[in-house]
């Protein structure tokens, strides 16, 4: 019980840093809004090395704390909308055979931008937003596998350490 503590104060230092990272890294794509997001690394990685419960908890840490210190509430909505939506369809894929983590992280990025243009629409209550959606839906899949590469190269490597 005390390792998987340590594990999951670890998991939610990291995912606050890479969130920090981000912040100071701009990705200059000339699309507002457009972000790799790294701390969704962790997300991954918990998915499968622990359960979505603790996924979960590390993905609620992480976007209050990332929201906070550097984002607003909006933002902190925006984040935990993409978030959470993201989270239920990666465990969902999860449980489809022969899906790798690459593709379940896949699901995961077009998820979050979805879920978070659906906040958007809602706010600002216009639906124009969802023109948007084919520029975000091909930025999901571009961030998503990248973090899936990455994602799985680090399950394999530190799974056995658990």
Do not use: C, D
């Amino acid at each position: 019980m005390r390792q998987k503590t340590a594990w999951m104060g670890l998991m939610a230092a990291i995912a606050i840093i890479f969130g920090y990272i981000e912040t100071l890294l701009p990705i200059f794509t000339g699309i507002p809004g457009i972000k790799l997001g790294l701390a969704n690394l962790v997300t991954v990685f918990m998915l499968y090395v622990f359960t979505w419960k603790e996924a979960a908890v590390i993905a609620t840490i992480r976007i209050l704390v990332i929201g906070f210190l550097f984002g607003s509430l909006f933002s902190i909505l925006f984040s935990l909308a993409g978030g959470y939506l993201s989270l239920m369809v990666m465990v969902w894929m999860k449980k489809v055979p022969g899906l790798s983590v690459i593709g379940v992280s896949i699901a995961g990025g077009v998820f979050h931008n979805i879920g978070q243009i659906l906040v958007a629409a809602l706010v600002v209550e216009n639906i124009k937003l969802f023109y948007y959606v084919p520029v975000l839906l091909v930025a999901g899949l571009v961030t998503g596998l990248l973090i899936g590469i990455v994602g799985q190269m680090l399950i394999r490597r530190l799974k056995p350490l658990l």
